[in-house]
């Protein structure tokens, strides 16, 4: 594959990426699942591409973004957020070739980082290690669980539908 052509496929899966993480957190929060102190985002299942694709990356950092700023969060959510998700993103690519040790990056920054913001942006008044708990909860959900099935669900036809 030429060298503009694997260019423009990284620049459109990542939009791609983007543009479903968006998506996904939309609806969980029609459903009241995407804030407050228990966070289930369906749309950080995703957090899984980037043992399929390193163009995952941006487009989970960019979605993240986009989908904070459209959701009306705080900028510390919007700055923050978005900085965990680029991190765990990152993390799963360095583990890739791991059993399942690739899901954890997410849910260990997530967990670690969105209690403060939940606390010092929002005003929340639950202490840090409870805050640590709700979340890493709906990251484990979210990542381990929802993402271990779109994991197994894609990897049957990884080499079709993420051509490098």
Request: charge should be positive.
């Amino acid at each position: 594959m030429n060298k503009r052509r694997s260019n423009a496929l990284y620049v459109a899966w990542g939009a791609m990426i983007a543009a479903l993480y968006v998506v996904l957190t939309y609806v969980a929060s029609l459903f009241g699942l995407s804030s407050g102190a228990i966070q289930v985002r369906l749309s950080e299942m995703l957090c899984i591409l980037p043992i399929f694709t390193p163009a995952a990356i941006p487009g989970l950092f960019v979605g993240c973004l986009l989908s904070n700023l459209l959701t009306g969060c705080v900028i510390w959510d919007v700055i923050f957020g978005s900085l965990a998700t680029l991190m765990g993103a990152i993390g799963t690519y360095l583990l890739r070739k791991t059993r399942f040790v690739f899901t954890l990056p997410p849910v260990v920054v997530n967990t670690i980082m969105v209690p403060f913001v939940l606390r010092y942006a929002y005003g929340l008044e639950d202490a840090i290690w409870y805050l640590m708990i709700t979340v890493g909860i709906g990251e484990v959900i979210s990542i381990c669980g929802l993402g271990m099935i779109l994991k197994s669900v894609l990897w049957k036809n990884r080499s079709a539908l993420f051509q490098q």
